[in-house]
């Protein structure tokens, strides 16, 4: 199947490979492009030269290939990663780092556990708002210290479904910004359950939700393939 994946320009990574090893086609989208903030950025590093966190968190892997080259001969504190990918970026720059076990943010503060109490922690993100994961550790005890170091800024262009059967967004915002033409053939596919509501408020069901890995979203895509022969 030829799946259109959205992601931000440029930064599709080793998608077609990964698809290829599911039985899948595919190829990128954009509804967003990422625009850097070099002085957050270097507000971001300066802190962690000066020891200023007891964690690090990296909520995807897009922060996490563009700080990775800064941070490799810097002492670091506890890094985690929310997912595969991200740790991925890390550690090709030789830095160590856990891995939450689900692909959501929600996730963090039960993988710290009572550790996270009193500890400061070092969010690089995106400048979309998680007001959920900063009050989840100030409930929990902890100082996040968010640092937005890059935009999501639409492209607003039409996104090229011709030869695609399925599309797949892989975020929320993604979603809600994708300009596209709807066709009843077409396979929608959120790549976990945040995405999903997101579609769902829209009035878009999903024909497959994830589990917020594109792998994850790809063995959902072929049992739901398998259960629906012929479309």
Same mark, same amino acid.
């Given at each position: /199947?030829?799946?259109?994946?959205?992601?931000?320009?440029?930064? &599709?990574?080793?998608?077609?490979?990964?698809?290829?090893?599911? @039985?899948?086609?595919?190829?990128?989208?954009? +509804?967003?492009?990422? !625009? /850097?903030?070099?002085?957050?950025?270097?507000?971001?590093?300066?802190?962690?030269?000066?020891?200023?966190?007891?964690?690090?968190?990296?909520?995807?892997?897009? +922060?996490?290939?563009?700080?990775? +080259?800064?941070?490799?001969?810097? +002492?670091?504190?506890?890094?985690?990663?929310? @997912?595969?990918?991200?740790?991925?970026?890390?550690? $090709?720059?030789?830095?160590?780092? &856990?891995?939450?076990?689900?692909?959501?943010?929600?996730?963090?503060?039960?993988?710290?556990?009572? *550790?996270?109490?009193?500890?400061?922690?070092?969010?690089?993100?995106?400048?979309?708002?998680?007001?959920?994961?900063?009050? @989840?550790?100030?409930?929990?005890?902890?100082?996040?210290?968010?640092?937005?170091?890059?935009?999501?800024?639409?492209?607003?262009?039409?996104?090229?479904? !011709?030869?695609?059967?399925?599309?797949?967004?892989?975020?929320?915002?993604?979603?809600?910004?994708?300009? *596209?033409?709807?066709?009843?053939?077409?396979?929608?596919?959120?790549?976990? $359950?945040?995405?999903? $509501?997101? /579609?769902?408020?829209?009035?878009?069901?999903?024909?497959?939700?994830?589990?917020?890995?594109?792998?994850?979203?790809?063995?959902?895509?072929?049992?739901?393939?398998?259960?629906?022969?012929?479309?």
């Amino acid at each position: /199947m030829r799946i259109a994946i959205t992601r931000l320009k440029g930064k &599709e990574g080793d998608d077609q490979a990964r698809c290829a090893r599911r @039985g899948h086609d595919c190829y990128s989208i954009s +509804p967003l492009t990422g !625009e /850097m903030d070099l002085d957050q950025i270097d507000l971001f590093i300066q802190d962690v030269k000066d020891r200023k966190f007891d964690c690090i968190f990296f909520t995807s892997a897009l +922060p996490a290939t563009h700080l990775g +080259p800064y941070l490799q001969h810097l +002492p670091l504190p506890r890094v985690i990663a929310i @997912g595969p990918q991200t740790a991925k970026a890390l550690r $090709e720059n030789g830095i160590i780092c &856990e891995v939450l076990y689900e692909f959501y943010s929600r996730a963090f503060v039960p993988f710290l556990g009572d *550790w996270i109490v009193g500890k400061k922690i070092g969010i690089p993100r995106s400048d979309a708002p998680n007001e959920k994961l900063m009050n @989840g550790i100030h409930n929990a005890g902890g100082f996040p210290v968010e640092f937005q170091i890059y935009s999501l800024i639409p492209t607003n262009e039409l996104l090229n479904l !011709e030869n695609a059967e399925a599309i797949l967004f892989t975020s929320a915002m993604s979603f809600k910004t994708a300009l *596209w033409k709807r066709r009843e053939d077409l396979i929608l596919i959120a790549i976990g $359950e945040i995405t999903a $509501e997101a /579609m769902e408020n829209a009035g878009l069901i999903p024909d497959v939700i994830g589990d917020g890995s594109l792998e994850g979203t790809l063995d959902e895509l072929n049992l739901f393939l398998l259960m629906n022969p012929g479309g």
